[in-house]
Every structure is written in structure tokens, then in C-alpha cells.
């Protein structure tokens, strides 16, 4: 027989025995961490969830940029709040969708709402939503800052439940994950796969807020900040150019050695994120894989934190994570289906594929039944996966390509690291 046929049969037999042993491992990682977290969450929710004593006064800032169909239910649902000492200052961000008179009539119907207008281009070296987070963090007045979306529903008790949890918890840094309301198809499928099931398999929650993982997450939909902290460690003037601010922040709070945490937050507050297909491909190709990098960084000014931080180790990191990432992903979440269905498959592999697949199903219906989702996204994952591959790769196209982010109507330099 000829040596290159039983060669390729070799090799592609090796190939497929290390992809069921990497998704098995992989599955297993994700089962314990997912079991972790789902604990974590669990305490976290028998947390006090009222304050008895001092009130400290927090500031709720909203950055808003053309978010006309969204902003009046925002700020209703924020100025309703039964915690008793707050503020609500809203930055309209240059908007032309009718934000801005809307802002207006708010402003005279609560006369406890400031409003902030801005107009013109951006600072050198700064985005848009760290801007507007920086110029409203300029005009707070509270012990604590919470900054929130514009396209946030927040029930009443949001304030103070998130006050108590970063106070029990001695946290300085406080984000929580919000349900995540769907409606089109396009949604249903990918939001929550990507803020809920990822996250919750990837990072775990309680090493982090012990400072004891390397790997970080945060969420900007809801970002409960010490004044004092937040201003000694330079605001988001450090993190002007991120276009993760979310992460950034969390990042810099943890490189100074400060307390961070993430908590349950769908009883707090909900956040419809996109409203159509192009809203979803846009809004998480522009930000998806800095905010891989970023979750599984270590912070620079970490005691962890490898001693040299030249061009050579960031050409050195990415290119051992990117092509460890991709192929980690194929095995759990792409070459089990197809191993599954496709004909011609030895029946090892078949056999395998069959526990892959109900295994990977088994811990997004955790998740689902956990944050009470719908439980058509329990049989959507394998699709929802593959959406997310293709978002990714769009992304790392547009990136070797250089061409720029646009996002709202601003142009962002696509970053290279």
C-alpha cells in the first residue's frame, strides 16, 4: 500500500484523538468552574439585600448616544428607586435621534435629573462611551458611581441591592449581569450565549473576587465604583482609548490590588443590548475579541504579572493564545456536531461526539435554568457557537485588513494586539 495514504489516515486519526481529549478536558474544566460560579451566584443572592444604617449617596451616571428608543424608560426606571439618597445625571452624547429632547422634557418633568449636552469631536485617544463616562464622573457628587446603559430597565430596588452586595462583599468594584431581554431571532440566539454562558464557564467568579484568578470579567450594563477608588486610580482618563471599558476598568482596579466582584443581577435590572441582526454583528464584532484578550490578561501592574512587558511578549502571548483559543473552541463547541453527523465517522468517535454534544447541553441548560432564560436557547447552542466563530472570524478579517471600527456614527482605529 502506498505510505502517504496510511500517513494522512495516521495523522488524521491523531488529529481526532486529540480533539476528543481536549473537549473532554475542556468539559470538564467548564463543569467545574460552571458548578463553581452557580454556587458563587447562589450565596451571593442570600447577601442582605437592604441597608439599614448610613446611606451613602450614589451617583447613577448614564452615558446616551442616539438611544431615543430606549433613554425615557431608562431614567423612569432610575428615578424610581426605593433607595432613598441618590442622583441621576444623564451625558447626551452629541445624539441626532431626538435623544436630546427627549433628555429635555425628562429633565423638566424630574427636576432631580441633570442633564449634560456635549457636541463636537472627541479628545485625542479617547472613545466615546469613556468620554462621556469621564465627563459625568466629573460632575458626581456621590460616595459611590454607578454607571449603567441607556438601554437599561432597572427595577426599584436596583440601587440598593447593588449597594448592600458591594458592601457585604467589601467589594470596590461591583458589576452584575442583567437578564438579558430578547426578542428577534438573532438575539435569542447569540446575546445570551455570549454575556451569560460563556462568562459563566470561562471565569471563575469567586477566585476573582478573592484576587486569586487571572482572568477578569465585568460587565458595563451595570458598574458599581467607589468614588474615592475610582478617582485615585485616574477614572476612565486610564482607559481612554479601550474600547472594552468595562474590562479596562475592572483591570486597572485589579492591577492596584482592589476588590472586584460580580453578582446575579436579573432581579436588578434587565437590557434588551440590540435590536436586529445587524445591530448583534456589529455591536459584538467590534468589541468580541478584545474582551477575550482583555478577560484572560493579567493586569500589568500585577504582582503575577510576567517582569517584561516589550513588543516581543505581546506578539509572543497572542500568538500562542489565539491559534490555543480557536482550537480549544473546535473541539467543544464546532467538531463535536459534525462529528456527530457526519457519515463515515469510526464509531469511537461517533460514540464520543454522542457524550460532547448532550454534555455541552447539559451545562447551557444550567445556566438557563439558573438565570430563568428561555429554554429554546438549551437546543440553539451548537448554532449559537457556530454564530459566534463567524462574528469572530469577520472580526480578525476586518482587523487584518485594518479597517476601522464605526460604531454610532464614530470611526474607531480596529487595535492590532
Keep these: 500500500m502506498p505510505v502517504l495514504p496510511q500517513t494522512r489516515v495516521g495523522v488524521r486519526s491523531l488529529l481526532m484523538g486529540l480533539s476528543h481529549l481536549t473537549a473532554l478536558a475542556l468539559l470538564a474544566s467548564m463543569s467545574l468552574r460552571l458548578a463553581t460560579n452557580l454556587c458563587f451566584l447562589q450565596r451571593m443572592r442570600r447577601l442582605p439585600t437592604h441597608l439599614r444604617t448610613h446611606l451613602p449617596l450614589v451617583s447613577v451616571l448614564i452615558p446616551a448616544r442616539d438611544e431615543a428608543d430606549s433613554i425615557t424608560a431608562c431614567v423612569a426606571s432610575l428615578l424610581s428607586q426605593t433607595y432613598s439618597n441618590f442622583e441621576v445625571l444623564v451625558l447626551d452624547d452629541g445624539s441626532t435621534d431626538g435623544t436630546s429632547q427627549l433628555l429635555d422634557a425628562l429633565q423638566r418633568q424630574y427636576p432631580q435629573l441633570t442633564v449634560i ?81 460563556l462568562p459563566l464557564t470561562s471565569v471563575n467568579l469567586a477566585a476573582m473576587w478573592r484576587g486569586r484568578s487571572r482572568r477578569l470579567l465585568a460587565n458595563g450594563q451595570y458598574l458599581l465604583a467607589r468614588a474615592q477608588t475610582y478617582h485615585a486610580l485616574g477614572g476612565h482618563a486610564g482607559i481612554a482609548h479601550a474600547l472594552v471599558d468595562d474590562f479596562a476598568l475592572a483591570r486597572r482596579f485589579r492591577s492596584q490590588g482592589y476588590t472586584i466582584a460580580l453578582v446575579d443581577g436579573s432581579s436588578m435590572l434587565e437590557c434588551r443590548m440590540y435590536r436586529s441582526f445587524r445591530e448583534v454583528w456589529r455591536g459584538f464584532s467590534k468589541n468580541l475579541l478584545s474582551a477575550l484578550a482583555s478577560s484572560t490578561e493579567l493586569p500589568p501592574d500585577s504582582s503575577r504579572a510576567p517582569q ?80 459566534v466563530m463567524a462574528i469572530s472570524l469577520a472580526a480578525l478579517y476586518r482587523r487584518w485588513r485594518r479597517r476601522p471600527i464605526v460604531w454610532k456614527q464614530r470611526r474607531y482605529a480596529s487595535p492590532t494586539e
Design 117 to 197: 449636552h456635549t457636541v463636537g469631536d472627541l479628545p485625542p485617544g479617547w472613545n466615546g462611551k469613556s468620554y462621556a463616562c469621564h465627563l459625568l464622573a466629573q460632575r458626581a457628587t456621590g460616595e459611590w458611581l454607578l454607571f449603567t446603559d441607556a438601554d437599561t430597565l432597572h427595577t426599584p430596588l436596583s440601587l440598593e441591592r447593588g449597594l448592600a452586595q458591594a458592601l457585604a462583599l467589601r467589594a470596590d468594584l461591583l458589576s452584575a449581569l442583567p437578564y438579558q431581554r430578547v426578542e428577534t431571532w438573532s438575539e435569542r440566539l447569540i446575546v445570551s450565549f455570549i454575556l451569560d454562558f
Design 308 to 387: 517584561r512587558h516589550g513588543v516581543i511578549a505581546k506578539v509572543l502571548r497572542t500568538s500562542l493564545f489565539a491559534p490555543l483559543f480557536a482550537w480549544g473552541y473546535a473541539c467543544v463547541f464546532v467538531l463535536p456536531s459534525i462529528q456527530l453527523l457526519r457519515r463515515g465517522q469510526r464509531p469511537i468517535s461517533r460514540c464520543l461526539a454522542a457524550l460532547e454534544v448532550p454534555w455541552l447541553l447539559v451545562l447551557r441548560g444550567l445556566v438557563v435554568r439558573s438565570l430563568t432564560r428561555p429554554p429554546d436557547e438549551i437546543a440553539t447552542t451548537p448554532l449559537a457557537a457556530w454564530g
